[in-house]
């Protein structure tokens, strides 16, 4: 049964620190998505890449965030330095071309 | 930027009722998707509408999207407990495939 992972699955720190969330989109997969979801905004698309390119990133703040994807196995999402307002749940999600895109568990961030 | 508006924000109800729950927008989109999501867990997909007018059945769930591709409906029939969870709805517009969402629908079914 292939799934998108996340980890860490929750993540507490304090703010200043910096906050790395990674995600293995499923095998075959060419298109990976990070979203944050939060009650006052429901969930926003941060950047999306397609085959490793990012393609959009206009939703991420870009003074403190950065979305890599290294390698066709692994997407990473860094915040740094972290604030309160970060605070939030990120989900990473994959999918293959136009296709719909399957979610990931999620990484719930409380910062301090 | 394109808008869903979904409503209403909040729905309980009690097993065997029926209920509708709306998606809306002054945007027109080329498909529109319906999510649930589960607490702890990401949205998964229940189904993506593409034609104007089109409806979608998923056993006792009913999806219709609007004639000019701007909204869209799902009517859940006989709900149970197991519907239980926030109803997503996203748009997809635009060239480089991206979606929109709603901020949802917390379905709340009572036993």
């Known amino acids: 049964d292939a799934r998108v992972t996340q980890t860490p699955r929750h993540k507490v720190t304090e703010m200043g620190q910096e906050v790395t969330m990674r995600c293995q989109p499923i095998l075959g997969h060419n298109t990976v998505f990070w979203y944050r979801q939060t009650m006052m905004q429901g969930l926003e698309l941060l950047a999306y890449f397609r085959n490793r390119a990012p393609l959009d990133d206009s939703g991420m703040p870009k003074d403190r965030f950065s979305a890599e994807m290294p390698d066709a196995t692994l997407a990473t999402l860094k915040i740094q330095p972290s604030e309160p307002r970060d605070s939030a749940v990120y989900f990473c999600?994959?999918?293959?071309?136009?296709?719909?895109?399957?979610f990931g568990p999620g990484t719930r961030l409380t910062v301090l | 930027t394109q808008l869903l508006e979904q409503s209403p924000q909040f729905l309980s109800i009690q097993e065997g009722e029926n209920l509708t729950v709306y998606c809306n927008s002054s945007s027109v989109f080329s498909s529109l998707q319906w999510y649930r999501q589960e607490p702890g867990e990401g949205p998964v997909l229940l189904v993506t509408?593409?034609?104007?007018?089109e409806v979608k059945k998923l056993k006792r769930l009913t999806f219709q999207f609007g004639d000019a591709r701007k909204d869209s409906s799902l009517h859940i029939t006989a709900a149970q407990p197991g519907d239980t969870g926030l109803y997503l709805c996203?748009?997809?517009?635009?060239?480089?495939?991206?979606?929109?969402f709603g901020k949802g629908t917390l379905l709340t079914v009572n036993p």
């Open positions: 509408v593409v034609t104007g007018g």
């Open positions: 996203a748009g997809e517009g635009g060239s480089n495939y991206k979606l929109t």
């Open positions: 999600a994959s999918g293959v071309s136009r296709g719909s895109p399957f």
